[in-house]
């Protein structure tokens, strides 16, 4: 029997918990130290607005704050942490009157998070974005962006398909990877990522050719059409024994114009390190970080942390207005 519509989208809703944290929000007054990023925004509080609401049950995987907030306080970032109703009262500004640089979005629920924003919500960060702000989107975070999403739940190859308000990124996301099945959420890995080495920002960045991102459930990208500034950071890589695999060399790290603003959206959680303590995440059940850490290929844990922080730090310090520089290593745990 094929599954009625109401039954996947109510599966769909279980799905995009916690990796996507695994594929969503009062305006909290926690606020990081460091320095103010570069790029006009005379009216700027701080570098990024952090989608975190207070309340549990909330599309956020408080996992994936917590190491994003610690990529922040290592690299100088300033934030505020924003929730629904702060966004759709006006909390991010737009042009000249933003507030914030960029707007990120962590992992957790894109369907709860697009459903707390609204079409009112959505309608303030579209108009923050093409005013000249910036959005970077992690796994659920960059999910809530697509206008459609195109969810294959149960691993057979069958993708129900359904829309959400903010529709940021015109096209369709795709997932999860047909070698990474859902799993109810409970199956995440270090998987094999394909860097274009070749884009300038991933050149600044020092990134190799290969490398490997904690994923868990994050989409791969198709434009239905030609996105203004479009570039491909990253490219899913199957493994050689795959038999479902679906989404192999697809887009899945992405960067493109939004008006005056610039989109950037993750498959992965790079901000999540498995293995170290500079993130300040120590994965817990549903998943075994012992177990993900040790289906690493030929790298080494340390080289895997450092890659993951890098083009996190790329994305961040161009949604800062910042040039892009090499992270040379992790700071002290």
Known sequence: MVPSFAFLRAAAISWIAVLCGLPAPAAAAAAGAGARGGGSCPSCVADFALYDPAAEDDGVWEDDVTALESLFTAYGF?????????????????????????????????????????????????????GGGNYVGFCAGAWAAVSTVRWDHYGTGWFSGYSYNLALFNGSGWGPLGWVPWLDGTNARLDEVA??????????AGMPPRTRLL????????PWGRLPGWEVWARAVAPDDAANRAGEGRPTI??????????????????????SDADHVSLGAPYDEAAIAADRGDMTLEQIALDSWNVAHAALQLAAGRAVTPVIELPPE
Do not use: C
Request: charged letters at 20%; hydrophobic letters at 40%; proline letters at 6%.
């Open 195 to 204: 860097i274009d080495v070749g884009n300038p920002t991933m050149r600044a």
């Open 78 to 130: 300033t934030w505020q942490r924003v929730d629904a109703p702060a966004i759709a009262r006006g909390a991010l500004g737009s042009g000249k009157t933003r507030r914030f640089r960029a707007l990120i979005e962590p992992g957790g629920w894109a369907y709860t998070r697009d459903a707390s924003l609204g079409p009112a919500g959505a309608a303030r960060v579209r108009a923050f974005v093409s």
């Open 215 to 222: 994923y868990g459930g994050g989409p791969w990208f198709e």
């Open 254 to 275: 992405v960067r493109y114009g939004y008006g005056k603003g610039v989109v950037i959206l993750f498959a992965y959680h790079p901000e999540v390190l498995v293995g």
